[in-house]
T-cell receptor, first 110, second 120 residues
Framework: RKEVEQDPGPFNVPEGATVAFNCTYS??????FFWYRQDCRKEPKLLMS?????NEDGRFTAQLNRASQYISLLIRDSKLSDSATYLC???????????WGAGTKLIIKP | GAVVSQHPSRVICKSGTSVKIECRSL??????MFWYRQFPKQSLMLMAT?????????EQGVEKDKFLINHASLTLSTLTVTSAHPEDSSFYIC????????????????FGPGTRLTVL
């Protein structure tokens, strides 16, 4: 089993719709969780950290479910510019080492 | 925000040659830098963790003699792919961690733009 698993997609979503995807992780000792966004052939950029209480940043909401060991990302009122690959990232330990999911590709259509 | 640069952005070389990739933190000091490799349609794979002034820690399956890492200063880490072969062709990305550890914001890594290596 991979340490971090994501549905690769692609998710084809009409503009304005709400889309959500999950990511599961296997290491129950993981403490830090992140969503990164990666555009084609570019470096990944931090979208948001995921806190135990969940967090919201504009149209984006991230949730953590420790019992079931998954994190989720919800995008409301999707824009064409949201088209990208969303990477779920989990820390391995306190030494910053991050384990990356393979990413979920999102395509927003007009 | 923190900026990380990589040089070169793209390199094409012949099989058997060595290629050096530089990773620099431009406006901050990074005690820890990471090197990742990304093959098409796959996630980033951590190759090694580089701490300034000490030997790099390599992930299982990554040959330390083939991928030489030097972290000589708090702002520079280099990755040298020795005797490159076509299967080494990949996108190599470095990142730098900010802070001294212990708080959530120090988990943030800032990524370089990546280096695309093509070995003929």
């Amino acid at each position: 089993r991979k340490e971090v698993e994501q549905d690769p997609g692609p998710f084809n979503v009409p503009e304005g719709a709400t889309v959500a995807f999950n990511c599961t992780y296997s290491n129950s000792a993981s403490q830090s969780f992140f969503w990164y966004r990666q555009d084609c052939r570019k470096e990944p950029k931090l979208l948001m950290s995921v806190y135990s209480s969940g967090n919201e940043d504009g149209r984006f909401t991230a949730q953590l479910n420790r019992a079931s060991q998954y994190i989720s990302l919800l995008i409301r009122d999707s824009k064409l510019s949201d088209s990208a690959t969303y990477l779920c990232v989990v820390n391995r330990d306190s030494n910053y080492q991050l384990i990356w999911g393979a990413g979920t590709k999102l395509i927003i259509k007009p | 925000g923190a900026v990380v640069s990589q040089h070169p952005s793209r390199v094409i070389c012949k099989s058997g040659t060595s290629v050096k990739i530089e990773c620099r933190s431009l406006d901050f000091q990074a005690t820890t830098m990471f090197w990742y490799r990304q093959f098409p349609k796959q996630s980033l794979m951590l190759m090694a963790t580089s701490n300034e002034g000490s030997k790099a820690t390599y992930e299982q399956g990554v040959e330390k003699d083939k991928f030489l890492i030097n972290h000589a200063s708090l702002t520079l880490s280099t990755l040298t792919v020795t005797s490159a072969h076509p299967e080494d062709s990949s996108f190599y990305i470095c990142s730098a961690a900010v802070g001294s550890g212990g708080s959530s914001d120090t988990d943030t890594q800032y990524f370089g733009p990546g280096t695309r290596l093509t070995v003929l």
